[in-house]
């Protein structure tokens, strides 16, 4: 009896020392703020319903302070639009570098790239998705790849793969993409966690793939407001927004407003902006996608306590928004 309790004692003192030696990865404070954005979207330069003047000026109507206008293989000039664009309203450069892989589509957006992007093909599926990558970074541009479950294309085994790509299409508006997984495909958070599991430092943005500003606005159509970042940075700059989505400090949101995120050494909060009479639900997830820790409070609070590779967190409200937390990578000191 008395040395199972020494051995308990030990096995304690043990533990709290692994657990003592984790410290959050905590981001260089940058001061500025939070700015809306959306990354992917369409226009009558490719498949969308409007023209890039009635794109951008829906999203400037709309609160968001930068748009990335995304069409096929097709970089539309922001100085084209120079009207719509202020103190207030950045459009940044950007393309859907449209490819393919045996009939499948290989879809990777670049953000803040200085020309256009050709599309790049190869006899693998890692080598297509790479080579559009590669392209993007070679055009100066910020490579994200778009909704890896449209037409089942990218599986995760692919994307553990990929190189020098740091953003990846966790929610995509579109309603045929699906975000969700199912019939044994798993869903773009599991994915999103088998990365981060596997040691990959990747961020999860959510986008409108918008294509419909015309006519009826319904689930089974392509609209615009369902899914878009809020990136902290010091001003409303292409540059200082790109590198801040890299270095992923924003959040992810289908609704749900954030007022803060502050990350110590060992503890992560979250500040939710309270909408009317809303509720609020926060999971911290970590390693392998287990919730760490749940709370109905705001702010949200986590203490780093066992082991964990990263933590990230959701926030879901009680009429089913989600805001998605960036994963904040833990060191061991
Ligand atoms: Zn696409
Ligand atoms: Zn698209």
Redesign the pocket.
């Known amino acids: 009896m008395r040395s199972y309790s020494v051995r308990a004692c030990i096995f304690l003192v043990v533990l709290s020392q692994v657990a003592r030696s984790q410290e959050f990865e905590v981001p260089r404070a940058d001061g500025g703020g939070w700015f809306k954005g959306n990354t992917?979207t369409?226009t009558t330069m490719s498949d969308g319903d409007s023209s890039p003047e009635e794109v951008t000026r829906w999203y400037k109507s709309h609160g968001y302070r930068f748009l990335v206008l995304?069409d096929?293989n097709i970089l539309t000039d922001p100085r084209t639009l120079s009207t719509l664009v202020d103190s207030s309203f950045l459009l940044i450069p950007g393309e859907?570098v449209t490819s393919s892989f045996q009939k499948k589509p290989v879809?990777v957006n670049g953000l803040n790239i200085s020309r256009a992007v050709s599309p790049q093909t190869d006899s693998t599926l890692l080598g297509t998705v790479q080579r559009n990558v590669d392209a993007v970074r070679d055009a100066g541009g910020a490579p994200h790849i778009?909704h890896p479950n449209f037409g089942w294309a990218i599986d995760q085994a692919t994307l553990a793969q990929v190189k020098n790509n740091k953003l990846l299409e966790i929610f995509n508006g579109?309603p045929s993409v699906h975000n969700y997984g199912g019939s044994g495909k798993p869903g773009l958070e599991e994915v999103w966690d088998h990365l981060l599991t596997s040691g990959m430092r990747i961020y999860g943005i959510a986008a409108d793939?918008a294509h419909h500003f015309k006519e009826e606005f319904a689930p089974n159509r392509s609209n615009p407001g369902r899914g878009w970042v809020v990136v902290k940075a010091s001003q409303l700059d292409a540059e200082e927004i790109i590198r801040n989505l890299e270095a992923g400090h924003f959040y992810a949101s289908t609704g749900v407003e954030l007022e803060d995120v502050r990350i110590e050494s060992r503890r992560m909060e979250i500040r939710i902006k309270q909408k009317s009479n809303f509720g609020y639900r926060t999971e911290f997830i970590g390693s392998g996608g287990k919730v760490l820790h749940r709370t109905e409070y705001n702010p949200a609070v986590f203490e780093l306590g066992g082991e964990a590779k990263y933590v990230r967190a959701k926030v879901r409200d009680s009429g089913g928004f989600v805001a998605w937390v960036q994963p904040v990578f833990v060191k061991v000191k």
């Open positions: 992917h369409h995304s096929h859907e879809h778009n579109h793939d």
